[in-house]
Nanobody, 121 residues
Framework: QVQLVDSGGGLVQPGGSLRLSCAPS????????????ISWYRQAPGKQRELVAT???????NYADSAQGRFTISRDNGENTVYLQMDSLRPEDTAVYYC???????????WGQGTQVTVSS
């Protein structure tokens, strides 16, 4: 069992920035975290959960069109943490953001508990 802890959400004004963090809990989780693809998803009230960004185990990145150019996903191997840097935030970015771990071919599919991001003046 892998446990993910995501954090860093909060209230920010339009145009502001936030950095979300996703880290594994436990030694075994840390190994799995390091060899898996890590993604950020978000879910706004009344909407389906959507993919925001992915960082593959090989370092490749993919972004949703809505995140391209404003959000950056990265990994700090020393801290065993994946970050989502969010800049130029908009009210439509308001959602609960979830960290997700997958490794193709294994069936691994784990989620963090979610962190609330609210963009409002």
């Amino acid at each position: 069992q892998v446990q993910l802890v995501d954090s860093g959400g909060g209230l920010v004004q339009p145009g502001g920035s936030l950095r979300l963090s996703c880290a594994p809990s436990g030694t075994a989780s840390g190994y799995i975290f390091g060899i898996s693809d890590i993604s950020w998803y978000r879910q706004a009230p009344g909407k389906q959960r959507e993919l925001v960004a992915t960082l593959t185990s090989r370092g490749g990145t993919n972004y949703a069109d809505s995140a391209q150019g404003r959000f950056t996903i990265s990994r700090d191997n020393g801290e065993n943490t994946v970050y989502l840097q969010m800049d130029s935030l908009r009210p439509e970015d308001t959602a609960v953001y979830y960290c997700n771990l997958k490794r193709p071919g294994t069936g691994w599919d784990y989620w963090g508990q979610g962190t609330q991001v609210t963009v409002s003046s």
